[in-house]
């Protein structure tokens, strides 16, 4: 078990990626308790199995990937780290639940999934760095704008005119957001 990859925690704690993904599992389980009790309590509630499964993987990426980046940072990048992780997990949820352009799998709902994967092969191609990572969300801030000019010019197809405020805002929403953490991890440069 030694040879399991050691990371150190601000306070120069030993914690191995076991230790971390067992922290990270009990997390995402309290979390699921919320879900769980809103399905006993409340009748509208309908989740089966499948839907806490893909929760439960969703948090667990989502809370395990948080303490591994912000591990050695300091705050200003551990902030950054959480909005854009947290920013990225609800986008996943929002789309995988009701779908951020109208319901169902269509072409912009798709294309939101890649703004994510853009983040996560940015953020590795960067090695965390912070910098890299400023100019990552950024990216994903610009994608999120092109994907959100994409579904108003094609509005009367996607979800008819009257959502069009409601796409901008939610838009708008997630590319402050992106906007944000990237601008956080421009300035965790100066602390690093």
């Known amino acids: 078990m030694n040879s399991i990859i ?12 076991l230790q971390l993904a067992i ?19 409340i009748d509208g509630m309908r989740w089966d199995a499948a839907d806490f499964i893909i929760a439960g993987l969703l948090l667990f990426i989502s809370f395990f990937t948080y303490k591994v980046i912000a591990l050695k940072s300091n705050m200003m990048y551990k902030i950054a ?11 996943i949820w929002v789309n995988l639940g009701v779908g951020l352009v109208g319901s169902g799998m269509n072409i912009p709902n798709l294309l939101y999934g890649a703004i994510p994967v853009i983040g996560l092969i940015g953020a590795i191609s960067v090695k965390f760095k912070p910098l890299g990572m400023a100019m990552t969300l950024f990216v994903m801030a610009l994608l999120n704008t092109i994907i959100a000019l994409i579904v108003v010019v094609g509005n009367d197809h996607y979800s008819g005119e009257s959502a069009t405020l409601q796409i901008i805002m939610l838009n708008g929403f997630f590319i402050v957001l992106w906007t944000s953490a990237g601008l956080l991890y421009r300035n965790a440069q100066k602390y690093s």
């Open 6 to 17: 050691r990371l150190y925690n601000a306070d120069k704690s030993p914690k191995t990626l």
């Open 23 to 41: 922290d990270t599992v009990i997390l995402s389980l309290i979390v699921l308790m919320v879900p769980l009790l809103a399905t006993i309590i």
């Open 81 to 91: 780290t959480a909005i854009t992780v947290l920013t990225a997990l609800f986008l």
